[in-house]
Structures are given as C-alpha cells and as structure tokens.
C-alpha cells in the first residue's frame, strides 16, 4: 500500500513527507517501509486518496490516565469545554442520553480562527478498543465534506496510553483541502486535557 507519511519532531516543528511501499498496523508506533528496512515514528499518515475520499491518522502519547481520557469522550464530552476553552466553547445534548450510540451532540469550537458548529451522531463505541466515534450531520464542515467521521481510541499500557486520532471524508471538490489543520485541532485539544488532569505539565 502506498502512502505519505507525515512525522515530526516532538514539538510538531520539523515535517517530512516520504512516499513509499509501507506496512502499517494500527496503533502501532512506527511504520516500516518496505525495501528499506527503516521504522518512523508516526504523527501523522494520510492514506492514498481514492476520488474524493481521504483518511487521516494521527498518534500522541499522553501522560494522563488513558482510560478517563476516554470516559470523557464517551459520556463527558459536555466538560471537555472547561479543559480547553481556547478551543472549545460548549457541548450540548440534542438527543438521547451522554454516553449512548446514537445520540446527537453539538459542538461550538474555535478552528483555524474562526467559531465553529457541528452536530455530530455518537456512531459507535467500543469499551474494548477504547474507542469512539463521531459523525458529523450538520454544521461548518459539511461545506466543505459530504461525510466526515472522526474516532478517538486510546491505548493503555500501565503508564504509557496512546491517543489515535482516526478521521475519515469525502470531499465535495477537488478543491476541498485534506483536513490536516482539523487533525492539528484535534492534537491540541488532547493536549489540554492531558494538562488539565496532570497540572505540573502547564509548567513545561
């Protein structure tokens, strides 16, 4: 499969595309490429885009506990406003219960310095995996997408948890960018809420 891959420095400054044969499992660390025998660690990795259609997957290790990182997106996403209102402003219920597939959420967010709407139905959650995932049914983004999912899965191993940020289009043009500065938003928001349950991370 070929791919572009996207890897940083740890402080997101230095980029690097390379285009190559490469296997990669899922929230795996590294990704190999093939005939080279050399491992990357992963930031970022855009999958080949097929028409209109992209994915974007974005790995970061987080210090806080991996798994009320994930209660807070399964049924607390309405406190996640409080973590980082820089970046998100409210979180309101339209349908159903917190915490349930199938209920509608609504979001009113900060991205590229503009405020923001999305409507957003709970689509699946896996307690297994860790993993939830959004679909978007109204607001800013679908001017650009006609569907666009988001998954947030979290990895625990003791002390060493790894958010995997999974985001999944089609765009409506061939004008339409590959959201890669929604993937930055969604990097900065885990960010806060890491600071926000370890304080001690503020001071570095």
Request: net charge negative; hydrophobic share 35%.
């Amino acid at each position: 499969m070929e791919i572009v891959i996207i890897y940083a420095s740890s402080d997101l400054v230095l980029y690097k595309e390379v285009k190559c044969e490469a296997i990669f499992l899922p929230h795996q660390r590294y990704i190999t490429l093939v005939d080279h025998n050399i491992q990357y660690p992963i930031s970022n990795i855009q999958y080949p885009s097929m028409g209109l259609s992209g994915k974007l997957v974005s790995q970061i290790d987080i210090k806080c506990d991996g798994d009320v990182f994930h209660e807070i997106f399964r049924e607390r996403p309405h406190h996640i406003s409080g973590m980082t209102p820089h970046n998100i402003q409210n979180c309101d219920l339209h349908e159903g219960q917190w915490g349930t597939v199938g209920s509608v959420i609504y979001w009113n967010y900060t991205h590229d310095g503009k405020e923001k709407v999305a409507k957003e139905i709970i689509e699946a959650i896996d307690e297994e995996k860790k993993s939830v995932t959004f679909k978007v049914i109204e607001g800013d983004l679908m001017e650009l997408y006609k569907t666009f999912k988001l998954t947030v899965h979290v990895d625990t191993n003791g002390d060493d948890n790894l958010v995997t940020w999974t985001l999944e289009y089609e765009k409506l043009s061939e004008d339409v960018p590959d959201p890669h500065t929604l993937m930055e938003f969604c990097l900065n928001v885990t960010k806060d809420i890491e600071k926000h349950h370890v304080p001690h991370l503020h001071n570095q």
